[in-house]
């Protein structure tokens, strides 16, 4: 069965995010993930703050697609 794998990267929305859209329309199971990146060289490691609202958007986001029977897998690389 193939299913329609959806990275998330600074897009956190639910209601009108393009690729959960694109992904949802494909008529496929829907899997959806999010890679914190903290090892490749040049990223800037995030502030307190930015830590902050990134924890909570992603537990938004994983809050919202459990209404509809879909999980956020998180990833650190």
Same mark, same amino acid.
């Given at each position: 069965? *193939? &299913?329609? /794998? &959806? +990275? /998330?990267?600074? !897009? @956190?929305r639910l209601c009108d995010n393009p690729a959960l859209v694109s992904a949802v329309q494909a008529g496929r199971p829907m899997v959806p993930v999010y890679l914190l990146d903290e090892e490749t060289p040049g990223i800037r490691p995030r502030?307190? =703050?930015? #830590? +902050? +609202? /990134? $924890? $909570? *958007? @992603? #537990? *938004? /986001?994983? !809050? =919202?697609? #459990?209404?509809? !029977? *879909? #999980?956020l897998i998180l990833r650190r690389g």
């Open positions: 069965m *193939s &299913v329609s /794998l &959806v +990275w /998330l990267r600074n !897009d @956190l502030g307190a =703050a930015a #830590r +902050w +609202w /990134l $924890h $909570h *958007s @992603l #537990r *938004s /986001l994983e !809050d =919202a697609l #459990r209404a509809f !029977d *879909s #999980r």
